[in-house]
Every structure is written in structure tokens, then in C-alpha cells.
């Protein structure tokens, strides 16, 4: 029994001894740099077959071996070795980096290194962008190293390909010798991971220095009133373009160009860019519609005119166009692109109430059953007549009264007056006169259906009367209209009337006096038969009321008077003239 448990143990012990296990050795700590070799040694128990490849792999920088790289490998299967591998480039700073070995016949994955090895970084170099990029002719320039902890060191070049190395420039910072011409610059730096150089750095010569200058407001253009400008940093001996010196603010209040040139700090000379500043008339604004502007239900639409870069209205609104729902008073101010600023007058915007549509005609009638037509004024919408109707315009066929709401085009609501539609017909104009004393007439007005009345006579004047009397200022024929009218329509009458002077004395008066011939184709001769009369005033009118020959010489009593016509066109005249008794009118025909 005891043997038995001795031959166990020592299968097991057997067993034990050919399980196969690879162990990394302490390896040096480092630090290592990218593409720099690295010994791993190790020791591998058990038995491991021909053909067996080593291999080390490297973890990630945090020990991690998920995200593992081979770095180096030997072909053998004896119990212990050394794996010469290399850090790869690329590899990451860090100091938590684990090595392990792997076997492949049989495939075994050894314990990681039991310290973690360091790796370091490539160096690296640049020149710091703070650094002097030109000075002027003779100056000196500062350059600053900007990259990796090691050995610095600057170099300098006139043509940006044979560089020198600076005896003596080993600090972070270089300052420069006088410098006559454009000259370029490197930096170097070396660690235990190499050395790497910077990009050159140019230092160039400016004969002028440039002053910048800042000018409020921040527009050329002198519309909006004087400009100020000033030097922005330091710079002595100031002079400006316009003669102004040893200040470095000036007021610009005309049309001009404007420079000034001085030195730098370092007594370089130093001149601005030059500024022209212009004067412009800035285009009008103003905002459409005109005020008042009256809003009911819907806002009112502002508009601005155009022509400008940017507006700003008086609320704080932007843009060419403003929609408001507040009664109040509005502006916009405007930029353009000259940059003038101009601000419009303001409009008033206000509460609207209730309006007045028109309906015409006021009063409509149907005429001989053909339905009248009312028509609402344009300029409102949703039209709604009393009888139900929509629309602008309605034919009604029954007399009575009418009326018709809607909207303005500010939303305010609308209201027409009654308008009366009767039952009509067609007027007929027509009428009669009747001559009284001296030159007046009366008319007789025998129209039928009509409700309202013009008479005209003949330029003289005119009268709306149904019944007018008129006074005529002389003698003759006078063509008299008469208009008449009601809802349906109107009609137009034209008569000619004789006026001839009415008086006491007329009739009497003829018979002492003669016209012959009468008619006549030349003159007329005017006779007097009577032995107390003599003639005064003497007047001759054609058939329209116009003077074709007077006479103011008194004619004695029994004396023919020759009344010159030869030369009259063919018609009908009236002869008029005083006596001491009266007037006398005769009719004459010139043939």
C-alpha cells in the first residue's frame, strides 16, 4: 500500500516538473526611446518542441496586453534566452509599459515583466509664435523655443538653406545681433530619444513701421458729422498729413485724406496707412403708408425705403419692413453704404373705429321694371348688404331701403347710410315761357317724372328752379335748355326764345320812326317821322346778342340816318335805340 502511494506522488511530481511556464526577468527600467532596442531575458520551464518561436510583446501604456505589439522574437526551444526587440515608432510616452513572453510549440503566455518600463517621447521643437517677425534695418529680434526639455541649441541662415550654428545660443530664448538683412532661423533640440530641429523662423527688415490708427465713428464718410481719429500704441514725433504735431488724436471735419508719420519705441520710422474720408448726402427715408395710420383688427404693415444697408425701427425691430399691432409713434433708422446714418420722421399709428361706406347712386329707382343697381364704394371687402347680398355691387328689383356693412383696409368695420330705391319712370323734359316786362321772362316747367331740374340759358347763368324767371340783358333770340332728371335718368330739351324789350312806350314810339329796305341786301336807312323825336344810343346786335355797331351821337328830329350793313354776313339783327320818349326795338334782315 505504501509503495502504491510512493509511485502516485512520484507521477505527480513528474507531472509537475514537465508543465511548461515562461517567466520575463527583470529587465532595465529605461528610459527607452522609439526605433531604440531593448533585451528581454526569460526563463522557460518544461519541455518545449522544435521549430518553437519565442516571441516579446509590448502592452499599451497603461499595461494592458488586449491591445498588445510584437517588438522582437528567437527560434528556440531551450529553456532560457534572451529576445533582442526594438520600441517601435509611434509608441507613446508613458511609464506603465509591461513586457511578456510568448512560446508557439507548445503555445505558452508568459507572466509580464515584473517592473514596467518607461518609454520616452520624440523630442520636439519649434519657435514660438510670439517671436520677432520683422524689425527694422539695424534692430534686434527676440525669439522664444517653444518644444521638449533637452539641449538647445540656435542656428542662423541669409538664405534658408545653409544654416550655422550660433556659438554660445543654448538658452530658450535668442537674442539677436543688429540685423542688416532678412535672416532665418532654427532651433534644435536633443534628448536621450535624439534631436529634432524646428521649421525656420524669418526675421525681416521694414524701412517703415506701420501705425495703425482707430477713427470713431467707424466710418469714412463725414455725414453723420466729425471724425476723430487716433494712433493706437506707442509712437513719438507724431505728425499728421494735415500739419497737426505732437498730438496723437485729431478731429477730421472736411472731405480729405489723412496719414501721420512718427517712430516706433525702438526708433524705427513709422508712417499709417493713408484714410480717405468722403462727404455723401445720404438718400432720403421716410415710411410708407403716411401717417395717421389707423389699425383696427390687423396690424399695420411699415415700410421703409430703400435703398440703405441696415434699419432699425424705434422698437427694436430690424429690417426693411415692420409689422405693428400697438398704437403709437414710429421711426426707423437707417445705415447706408456709405455708412451714413439717417432717421426717418415718425408715423403715428392709431386705433380705428367704425367708417362710412358710400353707396352710390343715394337714391335709385326702378325704372320701368328694369331692377336698379347700387354699387359700394372700393376699398372695403366683405360686403354684406340688408337684404343678404354679397358683394360690391347688387340689383335690386323692389323698392325700399338699402344699406351695406364691411371691412376698411385697416380691418375697421363699415357701415353705409339708407340709401332709398323707388319705383320710376323714364323723365320727359319739355316747357313754355312767357315774356312779362323789360327783358324778363318767365318759364312754365311741363316736364313729366322728373325730380330734379338744370336750366341753362345759353352762358347767361343757370337755375335748379322748376319754375325760374330770368331777366335777359337785351333784345334777341336766346337758346334755352332744360334738363331733367330723376333716379331712372335724365332727358334734355333746347328751344329758342325771342326776347324782345316790353313797355309802355314801344308801340308808340315804332310808329314815328322806319327802317328801309327791310330786308335789305345792303345799308339801312333809319327814317324819323315825327317832329319832337330825335334818336340817341344806337345799338344793332346779331341774332347770338353781340355788338356790331353802336352809335352814342344824338340824330335830329326829322332827318334820315344811314345805318351801315354792306358789309354785315346775311341774317337777322336787332336794332335798338333811346328816344326821349322811350325805347324802340326793330327787327332788321340783312339778305
Known sequence: MRKLYVLIVLAFSANLLSAQTIIT????????????????????????????????VLSDAFGDFNFSTPIGSLDSNQPSGVIVGVIPFGTMPGTLYQIQVISSL??????????????AGSPTASISPDSYSS????????????????EIQWSSSTDNVNFTPILGANNASLTTNPLTQTTYFLVAVTNNCGTTTSQS??????????????????????????????????????????????????????????????TDINGCPAASNPLVFIETTPASL??????????????????????????TWSDGEVGMSNSVSTPGSYSVTATDAQGCIVTSSPVIVQNGSSVNIPVSPSISAICDNVPATLTANVGFFNYIWSN?????????????????????????????????????????????????????????????????YEWIFEGLGTSPLANPSFTFPDSGPYQITLIASNPCSSDTITKTIIVTYVGIQDLD?????????NPSSDDFIIAQHGTSSSISGLTLRDISGRVVYQNAQEIKALSNFILPASNLPAGMYFLHFETLNGTVNIRVLKK
Not at 522609439?34 to 518561436?53: D, K, L, M, R, W
Request: net charge negative; hydrophobic share 40%.
Open 25 to 56: 526577468d527583470p529587465i532595465l527600467l529605461g528610459p527607452y526611446c522609439p526605433g531604440q532596442p531593448i533585451s528581454i531575458p526569460f526563463t522557460a520551464i518544461g519541455t518545449f518542441e522544435t521549430g518553437n518561436v519565442y516571441t516579446a
Open 106 to 119: 507548445p503555445f505558452v503566455i508568459g507572466s509580464p515583466s515584473p517592473v514596467n518600463i518607461e518609454v
Open 135 to 150: 524689425i527694422c534695418a539695424g534692430g534686434v529680434a527676440f525669439l522664444f523655443f517653444d518644444g521638449s526639455a533637452g
Open 388 to 452: 343678404g347680398a354679397i358683394g360690391q355691387e347688387i340689383t335690386v328689383s323692389l323698392p325700399g331701403f338699402y344699406s351695406v356693412t364691411g371691412t376698411d383696409a385697416n380691418g375697421c368695420p363699415g357701415a353705409s347710410a339708407l340709401v332709398e330705391v323707388i319705383q320710376a319712370q323714364f323723365p320727359v323734359a319739355n316747357f313754355t315761357y312767357t315774356q312779362t316786362s323789360g327783358y324778363a321772362v318767365t318759364f312754365d316747367n311741363s316736364s313729366q317724372n322728373g325730380l330734379e
Open 201 to 262: 523662423w524669418a526675421v525681416t527688415l521694414t524701412s517703415i513701421v506701420n501705425i495703425p490708427v482707430n477713427y470713431t465713428p467707424n466710418v469714412l464718410n463725414l455725414c453723420n458729422g466729425p471724425i476723430t481719429v487716433s494712433v493706437v500704441g506707442d509712437f513719438f514725433d507724431l505728425v499728421w498729413s494735415n500739419q497737426q504735431a505732437g498730438t496723437a488724436v485729431i478731429v477730421v471735419s472736411s472731405a480729405s485724406t489723412v496719414s501721420v508719420v512718427g
Open 286 to 311: 421716410s415710411i410708407s403708408p403716411a401717417s395717421p395710420i389707423t389699425i383696427c383688427s390687423d396690424p399695420a404693415n411699415l415700410s421703409a425705403s430703400s435703398g440703405f444697408n441696415t434699419y
Open 509 to 517: 314810339e315804332s310808329t314815328h320812326f322806319s327802317v328801309s329796305p
